[in-house]
């Protein structure tokens, strides 16, 4: 699945560069347009908005493998402003373990599905891989700070929400149900994330020697990654990740 993905990053990067090398030479102006090539790292998690009480305590969390890569396209209105797209491929991952109390999830044990209210010992595992198309608007400062705000359009291509629940007890149902002890469980979620995303971004960037640059960008979804529909969750979580990132500029 990733082989075709890259192929297709580094084609639309390699048309993308050409057609603006052409653009530019079309036009008075060689600086309208301008290339960024970019690599970052993502720190974040997919969570609630408000944090939900029957967690009572983050045991641990890790931000896992969650790089990404870019290129993007710039166009200059003006000597501060610009509006921008491109593309981008975003590893977005977390694993964090917690307290819980009477948490709903859906959970296989012992060859069947169990749904209710669990606690105990809940960890859950992200490894989603997206490809986003980010449209912003920049202002560019005379000391050369760029600040960019915007929108991402994002496609999964590879879902991995999974995880366990240990050292308690679920009550079937809800709250009120059967009561099954539980010294291990497992769920895994992949196929019930949504396919797209889209939210909100903003960033900032500047040049740091000659065209390399340290950057800065949020992305905050607006879209929970599970559909009304689904009831192994009982709370909208939402993809919220920061990058650091460098980049070089064409």
Not at 20 to 28: F, H, K, P
Request: net charge positive; with cysteine; charged share 15%.
């Amino acid at each position: 699945m990733l082989k075709p993905i890259i192929f297709f990053l580094f084609l639309f990067c390699a048309s993308g560069y050409t057609f603006g090398q052409e653009l530019n030479s079309a036009t008075a102006n060689s600086n309208t347009l301008s290339h960024t090539f970019g690599i970052g790292y993502n720190i974040g998690g997919l969570a609630p908005v408000s944090f939900p009480n029957n967690i009572r305590k983050i045991k641990s969390f890790s931000p896992g493998f969650s790089p990404n890569v870019s290129y993007q396209i710039s166009y200059s209105l003006s000597d501060h402003w610009a509006v921008g797209t491109g593309v981008r491929l975003d590893w977005k991952a977390m694993k964090v373990s917690d307290s819980v109390q009477y948490f709903h999830t859906l959970v296989s044990m012992d060859a069947s599905t169990i749904e209710g209210d669990f606690t105990g010992t809940n960890t859950t595992d992200v490894r989603n891989i997206y490809l986003s198309l980010p449209v912003q608007v920049s202002y560019t400062t005379n000391n050369q700070w760029k600040f960019k705000l915007g929108a991402y359009f994002a496609y999964l291509i590879r879902p991995r929400f999974s995880g366990s629940v240990s050292d308690g007890y679920l009550r079937k149902g809800n709250s009120l149900g059967e009561k099954v002890m539980i010294n291990y469980a497992t769920f895994n979620f992949n196929d019930k994330e949504r396919k797209f995303d889209f939210g909100i971004s903003a960033g900032t960037e500047k040049l740091i020697y000659k065209n390399f640059g340290a950057s800065f960008d949020l992305q905050w979804g607006l879209i929970p990654a599970f559909p009304a529909s689904f009831t192994g969750i009982s709370f909208k979580m939402y993809n919220i990740y920061g990058s650091f990132g460098l980049f070089y500029k064409i």
